[in-house]
């Protein structure tokens, strides 16, 4: 019985595998945008509005003529104090709304602009980017590079380093 116990010790004292893995990963990306150009237009429409004390009204104006596509005109009005020698106030405010555009000029191929834009009276406008010298590169031996462009661009490098190690 002694002699089975000592054959069985040397299998208990061997050291056990050890399976380790170490992984090294290097990814590397360049992202270049350029901006497209933006036009934001709103059309404004066509307002009339008088007041006033002590005024006589002969012909009131007002807007005449609009339509779908085309704005409205204003007709003249007529008006005169009331009462001779004594205190009036008038006022009178007219807003002549915008014409409907029916196209949008086209996008200059070299500048990125919008020639010649038709806007209306809200209008709020982006000129595009040019790429100009807006460049990136790629390389297995460094990290990856940028060459700024014109304006409205972007350009971003990175490198990302993974380092894992299991048990």
């Known amino acids: 019985m002694v002699r089975k116990a000592i054959l069985l010790l040397p299998f208990f004292i061997m050291s056990s595998v050890n399976a380790a893995e170490i992984t090294s990963r290097i990814t590397d990306s360049v992202q270049l945008t350029v901006d497209g150009p933006t036009l934001q237009s709103t059309r404004i429409g066509?307002?009339?509005?008088?007041?006033?004390t002590n005024v006589a009204v002969t012909t009131m104006g007002g807007l005449t003529g609009a339509?779908?596509?085309?704005?409205?005109?204003?007709?003249?009005?007529?008006?005169?104090?009331?009462?001779?020698e004594q205190?009036?106030?008038?006022?009178?405010?007219?807003?002549?709304?915008?014409?409907?555009?029916t196209s949008q000029s086209t996008v200059c191929p070299t500048t990125?602009?919008?020639?010649?834009?038709?806007?209306y009276g809200n209008t709020t406008q982006y000129q595009g980017?040019?790429?100009g010298d807006l460049a990136g590169t790629l390389s297995a031996t460094?990290?990856?590079t940028v060459?700024?462009?014109?304006?409205?661009?972007?350009?971003?490098?990175?490198?990302?380093?993974?380092?894992?190690?299991?048990q």
């Open 46 to 52: 066509s307002s009339y509005s008088v007041s006033g």
């Open 67 to 84: 339509s779908a596509t085309a704005p409205a005109t204003v007709s003249a009005g007529s008006y005169a104090i009331g009462t001779d």
């Open 87 to 101: 205190s009036f106030s008038f006022s009178e405010s007219i807003t002549i709304g915008d014409t409907v555009v």
């Open 112 to 119: 990125g602009r919008v020639l010649t834009p038709n806007v």
């Open 129 to 131: 980017g040019l790429a």
């Open 142 to 144: 460094s990290i990856p």
């Open 147 to 166: 060459t700024a462009g014109g304006a409205g661009t972007t350009a971003i490098g990175q490198r990302t380093v993974e380092l894992s190690v299991f």
